[in-house]
């Protein structure tokens, strides 16, 4: 079947649902809602979802036929941005970035984005940027082109302008805000990661840390990476006697108050590598993380 498009070229700054109710034959909010939440509605070249986005004279909306519009449908992944260049998704805990061994058929982001993909394009790849522990929830983003990929790796530092973790850990802290400075070695046996607080030979890590909220038994923080390894804020977090909820594997003692990974990856932005434009994505704090403050 072949792609019905509209295309619409705003004249005034409006809302994306004023333009669309005022442009699509006296189609109803409920149906505009509709093609925005099917990811039918591109603004300048880019999905849209948002019915209250502010859009400009000269910007071009554009319309695709509902019909022919494929959805990733997932419990543990959505889709939070898509263009021709990437995908930026928010995970759930249990899912891996990808897969950890050669020949697993362990469903894992990059196998579930994949699938999706091919549904529009059989020949179409997914190429993974960064990853997430399975444990930890958020954002993760995506190229569609193994050069793509390559320039995001090696600029990555540059790219990023801002990657905000929040974390709930035991105890409570001395200080509101804070830096951890350690060396990190991996045994690779026993996939465990060592911190020391003198150069060893190990990978320079870096997290600062703020304190949002507090009590006498937990602290959620705010953590910017600096750099970052694998395990980061999990071991630095445990080498100085605050250890993540519910993180066994680096020595969370208590008894889990939730029944997950206290971490989750809220915030990421970065300089989009085809259009140079500084792009935002942000979620919510976990529901569990705030319930012992209640």
């Not at 300048?44 to 019915?51: K, L, V």
């Not at 954002?139 to 990929?149: D, E, G, M």
Request: charged residues 25%.
């Amino acid at each position: 079947m072949k792609r019905k498009e509209t295309i619409i070229h705003a004249k005034e700054s409006t809302t994306l649902m004023d333009i669309l109710l005022k442009s699509m034959g006296g189609m109803k909010r409920n149906s505009v809602k509709s093609l925005l939440s099917h990811r039918c509605v591109y603004v300048n070249g880019h999905i849209e979802t948002r019915y209250d986005l502010t859009v400009q004279s000269g910007d071009e909306i554009k319309i695709v036929n509902q019909g022919t519009k494929h959805e990733l449908i997932h419990p543990k992944l959505h889709i939070v941005y898509e263009d021709d260049d990437l995908i930026v998704v928010e995970k759930e805990v249990g899912l891996l970035t990808v897969a950890t061994r050669q020949g697993s058929r362990e469903m894992t982001v990059m196998s579930i984005l994949k699938n999706y993909v091919r549904q529009a394009n059989p020949r179409a790849g997914i190429y993974v940027v960064h990853r997430l522990d399975r444990e930890t929830s958020g954002l993760l983003v995506f190229a569609k082109s193994q050069a793509l990929q390559e320039y995001m790796r090696t600029y990555w530092r540059e790219l990023v302008t801002e990657r905000t973790y929040v974390a709930l850990a035991e105890g409570k802290f001395d200080k509101e805000e804070g830096t951890i400075t350690t060396w990190l070695t991996e045994d690779s046996r026993t996939t465990m990661v060592y911190s020391s607080p003198v150069d060893n030979g190990g990978k320079k890590a870096i997290t600062h840390y703020k304190v949002v909220k507090s009590n006498d038994d937990y602290t959620l923080l705010e953590l910017h990476l600096e750099t970052g390894r694998t395990n980061q804020i999990r071991v630095h977090l445990a080498s100085i006697g605050h250890p993540i909820v519910g993180d066994r594997k680096y020595g969370s003692g208590k008894e889990p108050v939730i029944d997950r990974l206290a971490l989750h990856a809220r915030i990421l932005e970065f300089i989009h590598p085809a259009t140079e434009e500084k792009i935002h994505f942000e979620t919510k704090v976990p529901r569990p993380f705030l319930a012992v403050f209640h």
